[in-house]
């Protein structure tokens, strides 16, 4: 069964560096997303992404965040200067055009991030 | 906006009984609600989806959830819980912002932990 890969599964960074998750969709998925899950807390959307821009953000996703499709197969979310607060669980998730609404988001492992 | 709540933050329940997570939605127009399941250090897996027709809605793993529009309640429920089914669950709206329209993006609730005991 196709799936969405990321790496890194767990990455510890200090503050104010800058960090890059990375996101390998299902091939034929054309919409993307990035959530992200504080330890013991939900699940929170952070922004869609859809013919090479953005769709939809949240107000979580303020300037430090970024995203890229830099080669028509990765899906990069970029962190510009990490805060304590960011420690989180970052889940990538893609899915297909199909019927407007009626997909199902495919999610990745996810990558832990831990900010020092 | 679009929202959804999980009342419990955790069900327990003995191996081979029925369970029940609880979840209610809060939308306008009509609902797409979904759970997804998620084991530890895992991603979250896809069980079910309600986007119309029947109530009654079946997916994997044995699970099913009903939809009640009187009672915007989206139960997820199983005849015989299995300790392998012990997990964390989320039920999940699509939600359609006024400035962006419709993404596909989905709201989660804040997951409910089911732990089955033998």
């Known amino acids: 069964e196709p799936e969405v890969t990321q790496t890194p599964s767990h990455q510890v960074t200090q503050m104010g560096q800058e960090v890059i998750l990375r996101c390998v969709p299902i091939?034929?998925?054309?919409?993307f997303y990035w959530y992200r899950q504080i330890l013991g807390q939900k699940v929170e959307f952070l922004v869609s992404f859809y013919n090479n821009e953005i769709s939809e953000k949240s107000e979580i996703f303020d300037d430090q965040f970024s995203v890229e499709r830099p080669d028509g197969s990765n899906f990069t979310l970029k962190i510009r200067s990490t805060k304590l607060e960011d420690s989180a669980m970052y889940f990538c998730a893609s899915r297909d055009r199909g019927t407007s609404g009626a997909n199902v988001l495919t999610f990745g492992a996810g990558s832990r991030l831990t900010v020092l | 906006a679009q929202s959804v709540a999980q009342p419990e933050d955790q069900v327990n329940v003995a191996e081979g009984n029925p369970l029940t997570v609880k979840c209610t939605y809060s939308v306008s127009g009509n609902p797409y609600l979904f759970w997804y399941v998620q084991y530890p250090n895992r991603g979250l897996q896809f069980l079910l989806k309600y986007i119309t027709g029947d109530n009654l809605v079946k997916g994997s793993y044995g699970f099913e959830a009903e939809f009640n529009k009187s009672q915007t309640s989206f139960h997820l429920k199983k005849p015989s819980a299995l300790v392998s089914d012990s997990a964390l669950y989320f039920c999940a709206v699509r939600d359609v912002s006024l400035r962006s329209g419709n993404t596909g993006k989905l709201i989660f609730g804040q997951g409910t932990t089911l732990q089955v005991k033998p």
């Open positions: 091939s034929n998925h054309l919409y």
